[in-house]
C-alpha cells in the first residue's frame, strides 16, 4: 500500500510542479524579427500577440512585402516561444519535453 501512497503523492507534487509552469509560461514574452529588424513582434506565453514594431524603412516597401515581414517576424516569435516554453517546463519539471510539447497533456 505504501508505494500506492507514494505514487499517489509524487503525482500530485507533478500537478502542483505544472500549474506552477503554466503560471510561469503565462509571464513569459519573446520577441520575433524579420526584414534585418525592420519588422519586430512581441508575443505572449499564451501565443497572443502584444506587439508589433515597424521601423520607419519599413512603411517605403509595398503593402505586400510589409504583410510579408509582419508572417515572418510571426513565425520567428513562434519559433522561439516553442523553444522557450520547452526550457521553462523543463525547469519546474525536471523533464526534457520536445518543443511545441502541450501541457497539460
Do not use: R
Not at 34 to 59: F, P, R, Y
Request: aromatic share 2%; glycine share 6%.
Amino acid at each position: 500500500m505504501t508505494d500506492f501512497t507514494n505514487l499517489i503523492s509524487e503525482a500530485k507534487k507533478m500537478q502542483e510542479k505544472m500549474k506552477e509552469a503554466q503560471e510561469n509560461l503565462k509571464k513569459i514574452e519573446v520577441e520575433g524579427v524579420s526584414g534585418g529588424n525592420i519588422v519586430k513582434v512581441v508575443l505572449n506565453g499564451d501565443g497572443e500577440l502584444k506587439k508589433i514594431n515597424l521601423d520607419e524603412t519599413a512603411l517605403k516597401e509595398s503593402k505586400e512585402i510589409i504583410q510579408d515581414l509582419i508572417v515572418a517576424a510571426h513565425h520567428d516569435a513562434k519559433s522561439k516561444l516553442k523553444k522557450k516554453t520547452s526550457e521553462e517546463i523543463s525547469k519546474v519539471t525536471g523533464l526534457d519535453l520536445p518543443p511545441g510539447f502541450k501541457i497539460p497533456f
